[in-house]
């Protein structure tokens, strides 16, 4: 006889993500974003603030694409990326 001992555990609800889903890439239209991605992430240890500018790329392909929905980047976190590349842009012209 075996008795399960649930002390005040609550039942798991799964809820979707707050971004909601998004489809995977078939096709490997951003497969070497990812990449790169990828294997700035390895060779810094997984530290992700190595690879904002990576992953912001990463993250423009999937938009560009379709394969998540436009998102302002500052909002996913990039201001300072985006702020930066602006700069970049009026210097040069």
Do not use: W
């Amino acid at each position: 006889m075996s008795t399960a001992m649930n002390f005040g555990t609550k039942s798991f609800r799964p809820r979707a993500p707050d971004k909601g889903s998004f489809p995977l890439d078939h096709f490997g239209e951003c497969k070497t974003f990812k990449e790169i991605y990828m294997r700035c992430l390895r060779s810094n240890r997984f530290d992700n603030s190595r690879c904002r500018e990576e992953s912001k790329e990463y993250l423009e392909c999937r938009m560009d694409r379709q394969l998540m929905a436009k998102e302002p980047l500052e909002k996913l976190g990039f201001k300072d990326l985006v702020d930066d590349s602006k700069k970049e842009k009026e210097a040069k012209s």
